[in-house]
Each structure stands twice: as C-alpha cells, then as structure tokens.
C-alpha cells in the first residue's frame, strides 16, 4: 500500500490553517486515529516474517524488515489490554509503519477505514477521568459522521517501551552563575501531554529558568500572548518586553502549533518573541514547514540538553 501521507496535507500543514489529517484504523471493533504525518506505509501482517526477540516487552510482537531495515512491531491489542483478533480477522490483520520521535516502529492493527480531514478546533482532549489503559495513551477525539474516533498518544506509549538505559538522560544542574543568566528569561510553554509537559518543565527549571507559563494547548497560549499584545500596546511597548521566547508541540487540541507560530510572527511589532517548535513529528520536511510559519528553531521532543542549547542560544542565557 501507498504511504498515507498526501502533498495537500502537507500544504495544509505549511499554511499553518489549524487543519490536520486523521488515518482511521480498527482495533477489536472500535476505531481509533493518528495523525497522518506519523504514518509511513500500511502494509498486510502476511507480507512480513516476524523475528521473535528475547526479553521483549509485553506487546512487542518482534522485529519486522521495512525496506531492508529493522523495525520494531507493537501489538497495540496488549499494548492497550483490548481484546485480541479471532483466527479469521487476524488472517486480514495490518502492519501500520510509523515515524515519529526520529524513530520507525510498526504497529499491528485489524484494519484502516480512511483518512479525515479536521480542524484541530473541533479535537476534544480526553477526560482525565476516564478509566483503561487505552484511556491513558489517548490524547482525544474527533467525531466523525456521528461516530467517535479516539486519537492514540504513540509517544507516550513508547516511552513506556523504552528502557530507562535508553530514554534522554537529564542534564546536570546548572551552576549558580548559569542560574542566574537564566531566571529572568521569560518562556511561554504550549504542550498537551502531560507527562512530556512535566518532564520539560522539570528540565528548565532544574536549568534555571523560573519564569515559565505553560499550557495544554495551542489556543490558550494564543489567548494569553493577544492578551500580552493588548498590554504592551496599552504601554507602548513590544510583546518582547513580557515573553522572550515561546516552546510549542505542533499536536495540540483547538491549535496546532504551527498555527500558533504563525499568529505570533505575523502579530506585528518590531520586536516579535522567538519561537521553537519542539514535537514529535520533526523531519526534513517538517522543518521546512517550520521555517515557513516564521519557526526560530525546531527539535524533535524529548531532548533535555538540546531544548536547553536553544534557548540559551536564542535568549543570550547560559553565560
């Protein structure tokens, strides 16, 4: 099968509309979504030789070859305790390829519907409240046709696969003079996840920086710099006198990041905040999309040492 992402959405991305594209796809019966950009290929369970791995984690099926590489297969059924496929079904089983984090990894599914074309507006983040591990990995939904698609968390549920020998170690803690350099930079922090949200907070701050306002999504942070801009033009002064430097994911519910990027550097004023995107989905093309918005820089999440490198490289901290 043909790889799901298309040039239009590409497009749509670059613009920075707040539009996304969802590939739908079943797991025992209910239908579930990632965003289009993280798929590579789909591809049948019948075309692929598994090669068992000693000591896998629970969920991990083996290692599949995708053009002559490697490539690591999860079985999202245990992954997210749901009821595994009959005899029948899994004969018709797929193979989902996914690239995200600068990582391939493959996911077996029962099967894909289509791909849907949304606004990152109508995304519904998910109830704290709700039960499951599915529930856990799920960062939201969309309803489509009056049904409801859950949106999977890939990266959370990779990091609870990746072993603590191989996750981003945390960089050491700042001296008192690096410190000092760095409290007064003034960071606005746009993440949905929770966990990578609390485990970037704790790197700045761990760092120095103890001026941050951090938020869920994308159309709060938004919100909150317009309401900066009002108060600085009120003062006669520029948004960069309250926000030197702004962090922001690009999947985020009500505004992606992209679109966050692009309200604030064609807001106006002389002196504009920098802006990096940090995500996930950051590649060759991705970054191009970055750029186009008016990006300062841009990271593939999570990196400690790196986000840190960057704001003190765009804010003239860390000396």
Sequence with gaps: MATAASSKQGILLE???NEVEFIEFFLAGESYGVNVSKVQRVIALNNCHITKVAQAPHGVL???????????????????ALPGSNATDAERQLVMVTRFNKRTTAFLIDGISKIHRTSWSDFEPMNSTL???????????????????????????????????????APPPADEQTRRSREHIKIVYA??????????????????????????????ANEYLIGLRKRSLAEQKSLSDYV?????????????????????????????????????LINDEMSRKCVSVGADAQLSKPHGEE????????????T
């Design 15 to 17: 613009s920075g509309t």
């Design 62 to 80: 083996g290692v599949i070859h995708v053009q002559d590489k490697p490539v690591l297969l999860v079985d999202l059924h245990t992954a997210l």
């Design 307 to 318: 986000i840190i490198a960057i704001v003190d490289q765009l804010c003239g901290s860390g």
């Design 244 to 280: 030197d430097l702004i962090i922001t994911d690009i999947e985020m519910p009500k505004m992606d990041g992209l679109t966050l990027c692009k309200n604030v550097k064609s807001g106006g004023g002389d002196k504009i905040p920098a802006v990096v995107v940090y995500s996930s």
């Design 131 to 169: 039960a499951g591990e599915a529930a856990g990995y799920t960062t939201g939904s969309i309803r489509i046709a009056e049904r409801i698609i859950l949106v999977l968390d890939l990266e959370r549920l990779m990091l609870d696969f990746t072993p603590d020998d191989e996750r981003p170690a």
């Design 191 to 220: 993440e949905d996840s929770k966990m990578i949200r609390r485990l970037t907070l704790d790197v700045l701050k761990a760092a120095g920086f103890a001026e941050i306002q951090s938020f869920e999504n994308g159309l709060e």
